[in-house]
């Protein structure tokens, strides 16, 4: 799928793998975590806009009063229409995809816990610290080091890459 993504972007990987109910990416010994995939899709499109919104724009402001403004409903419609089309909450999405952003930022990227956490909607590296521990059972440092090859290190890393000898 990532060579969907590359060619036609990932709104089209993502509708092909959810068809295919195949990993959209999926590094080597690493398990598939996509909240994208795991939730269903909504039928409505307000709230179909809103599910891309979210995945699109982790690191905004995303409380359940925001996002209905979003989908034109009220707080309480919102939240009663999410749960039901989506099959979670649209907090537990929210969570979903901000520790899905985090670890691909994070497996993807020179970016330090701090700069992650931010970019990731967590606001503080505490913040993305507890909710790694709490879904995944390791920090963002640990899940780091599991899922880094030394070769994508250090591709990411010019100082670590070996040096050449005449």
């Not at 179909?48 to 403004?69: S, Y």
């Not at 989908?71 to 929210?94: C, D, H, I, K, W």
């Not at 700069?115 to 963002?140: D, H, N, Q, W, Y």
Request: some cysteine; proline content about 6%.
């Amino acid at each position: 799928m990532s060579f969907l993504e590359d060619d036609l972007g990932r709104d089209t990987a993502l509708t092909a793998a959810r068809h295919l109910v195949v990993f959209l990416r999926r590094p080597g010994s690493q398990s598939q975590f996509s909240a994208q995939l795991q939730a269903q899709t909504a039928t409505r499109k307000p709230i179909r806009h809103v599910q891309q919104w979210i995945t699109e724009h982790p690191a905004e402001n995303l409380t359940v009063e925001d996002l209905a403004l979003k989908a034109n409903l009220s707080p309480r419609q919102f939240t009663r229409a999410f749960t039901a089309e989506v099959g979670m909450t649209p907090g537990r999405y929210v969570d979903q995809v901000r520790i899905e952003a985090a670890r691909r930022r994070l497996e993807d990227s020179a970016d330090g816990i701090e700069e992650a956490a931010r970019a990731c909607g967590f606001g503080t590296p505490e913040a993305m610290r507890r909710a790694f521990i709490k879904t995944l059972g390791v920090s963002p440092a640990e899940y780091r080091r599991r899922f880094t090859t030394k070769e994508n290190h250090a591709d990411r890393h010019p100082a670590l890459r070996p040096l050449r000898t005449p």
